[in-house]
C-alpha cells in the first residue's frame, strides 16, 4: 500500500507483504536516507549511530556491525556522522560522538553516549527489541536491492491530493473510478479502505451496526489490529444475522495491512473456523 501523505498513513500496520529490504546493516545517513529510515522504523527497529573520527566511535561501529550481522534482520542501523551531516545530529538532540538512539515508529530514543562495552549494549538493545515487539514493530528485514517502485497513475495522484486536501469524498469517488476499470488493483482497494476507514471514524451517520464496529477502527487506528480484528470477529459470532457485512469490514481491513501480516493471518483462520 502506498503511503497517502500526512492524513493518516496506517501503511505502516502491516509489512510492504511483510519483508523489509536493505541494502546494507548499517547505512551512512543524508537526508533523504533518515527520512526513509524513519519510515521504515514502523517495521522494524532502527539503532542509529552518532559517530565521528575518534577511535571509539570506530570501534562502536566495528561492534554495532557485527551486532547488526548477527541479528539476522531484527535491527537496522544507520550512521550519522558528526562531522559531515551535523545538523543530522542536531535534529535528534545529539551533539557529541559516540552516541547511539533507537528509532521506533519514528521516534527517536537515546541509548547512550560515550564509551559502552558490548555486555552493555548488547542488554540495551535487547530491551528495545523487546519494546519493539509490545508495539507490533516485528518485521525482519534482509539484505539485497530494493524493487523499484512503478510511478502511480494520474487516478492514484488525484485520490492521494484529495486525501491531503481533506476531500474524502472526492478521494473515494476516485478510488472507486479506478476499481470499476482495474477490479485487481491492489493499491486502489487499499486506498479505497483508508478513506473509508478515516471517514468512519469521523463517527458521521452510523447506523447501529456501525457504531458496533467502530470500535475495530479505532483500535485499528490505534496500532493494535490483533484486538481490532477480535472485536470485529466477536461480534461476527454474536450477531448471525449481520455476519454478510462484519465480514465484508474484515476482508476491507485486512487490505491495510496485507495478507502476510500475522495478524491477518490469525483473524483469516478464526473467522474461516466459524465461517464452516
Same mark, same amino acid.
Given at each position: 500500500?502506498?503511503?497517502?501523505?500526512?492524513?493518516?498513513?496506517?501503511?505502516?500496520?502491516?509489512?510492504?507483504?511483510?519483508?523489509?529490504?536493505?541494502?546494507?546493516?548499517?547505512?551512512?545517513?543524508?537526508?533523504?536516507?533518515?527520512?526513509?529510515?524513519?519510515?521504515?522504523?514502523?517495521?522494524?527497529?532502527?539503532?542509529?549511530?552518532?559517530?565521528?573520527?575518534?577511535?571509539?566511535?570506530?570501534?562502536?561501529?566495528?561492534?554495532?556491525?557485527?551486532?547488526?550481522?548477527?541479528?539476522?534482520?531484527? @535491527?537496522?542501523?544507520?550512521?550519522?556522522?558528526?562531522?559531515?551531516?551535523?545538523?543530522?545530529?542536531?535534529?535528534?538532540?545529539?551533539?557529541?560522538?559516540?552516541?547511539?538512539?533507537?528509532?521506533?515508529?519514528?521516534?527517536?530514543?537515546?541509548? @547512550?553516549?560515550?564509551?559502552?562495552?558490548?555486555?552493555?549494549? =548488547?542488554?540495551?538493545?535487547?530491551?528495545?527489541?523487546?519494546?519493539?515487539?509490545?508495539?507490533?514493530?516485528?518485521?525482519?528485514?534482509?539484505?539485497?536491492?530494493?524493487?523499484?517502485?512503478?510511478?502511480?497513475?494520474?487516478?492514484?495522484?488525484?485520490?492521494?491530493?484529495?486525501?491531503?486536501?481533506?476531500?474524502?469524498?472526492?478521494?473515494?469517488?476516485?478510488?472507486?473510478?479506478? $476499481?470499476?476499470?482495474?477490479?485487481?488493483?491492489?493499491?486502489?482497494?487499499?486506498?479505497?479502505?483508508?478513506?473509508?476507514?478515516?471517514?468512519?471514524?469521523?463517527?458521521?451517520?452510523?447506523?447501529?451496526?456501525?457504531?458496533?464496529?467502530?470500535?475495530?477502527?479505532?483500535?485499528?487506528?490505534?496500532?493494535?489490529?490483533?484486538?481490532? @480484528?477480535?472485536?470485529?470477529?466477536?461480534?461476527?459470532?454474536?450477531?448471525?444475522?449481520?455476519?454478510? !457485512?462484519? !465480514?465484508? !469490514?474484515?476482508?476491507?481491513?485486512?487490505? =491495510? $495491512?496485507?495478507?502476510?501480516?500475522?495478524?491477518?493471518?490469525?483473524?483469516?483462520?478464526?473467522?474461516?473456523?466459524?465461517?464452516?
Amino acid at each position: 500500500m502506498k503511503n497517502f501523505g500526512g492524513a493518516m498513513d496506517l501503511s505502516s500496520l502491516g509489512g510492504d507483504e511483510g519483508s523489509v529490504v536493505v541494502s546494507a546493516w548499517l547505512v551512512p545517513a543524508d537526508q533523504n536516507t533518515l527520512r526513509d529510515y524513519l519510515t521504515l522504523s514502523e517495521k522494524v527497529p532502527v539503532l542509529m549511530l552518532i559517530s565521528d573520527e575518534s577511535q571509539a566511535s570506530k570501534e562502536i561501529k566495528n561492534m554495532l556491525e557485527k551486532i547488526l550481522a548477527a541479528s539476522e534482520g531484527k @535491527f537496522v542501523g544507520i550512521e550519522v556522522s558528526l562531522s559531515s551531516s551535523p545538523q543530522l545530529a542536531q535534529a535528534v538532540g545529539v551533539s557529541s560522538a559516540p552516541a547511539m538512539l533507537a528509532i521506533l515508529a519514528g521516534q527517536p530514543a537515546p541509548l @547512550f553516549q560515550g564509551p559502552v562495552q558490548q555486555q552493555q549494549l =548488547l542488554q540495551v538493545l535487547s530491551q528495545v527489541l523487546q519494546l519493539a515487539q509490545q508495539n507490533g514493530i516485528t518485521a525482519q528485514a534482509k539484505l539485497g536491492k530494493k524493487e523499484e517502485v512503478k510511478p502511480l497513475s494520474q487516478d492514484h495522484q488525484a485520490a492521494i491530493a484529495a486525501i491531503e486536501n481533506g476531500k474524502l469524498d472526492q478521494a473515494k469517488e476516485i478510488f472507486q473510478k479506478i $476499481l470499476v476499470e482495474y477490479p485487481n488493483d491492489n493499491d486502489a482497494k487499499a486506498g479505497l479502505a483508508q478513506v473509508e476507514l478515516m471517514v468512519r471514524l469521523q463517527g458521521k451517520n452510523l447506523d447501529e451496526l456501525d457504531q458496533l464496529m467502530l470500535g475495530a477502527d479505532q483500535l485499528l487506528a490505534s496500532r493494535n489490529p490483533t484486538a481490532a @480484528f477480535s472485536h470485529l470477529l466477536d461480534l461476527f459470532a454474536e450477531r448471525r444475522d449481520d455476519r454478510e !457485512r462484519i !465480514r465484508a !469490514r474484515l476482508i476491507q481491513l485486512f487490505f =491495510l $495491512l496485507g495478507d502476510t501480516d500475522p495478524a491477518v493471518l490469525d483473524a483469516r483462520r478464526r473467522l474461516a473456523s466459524m465461517m464452516f
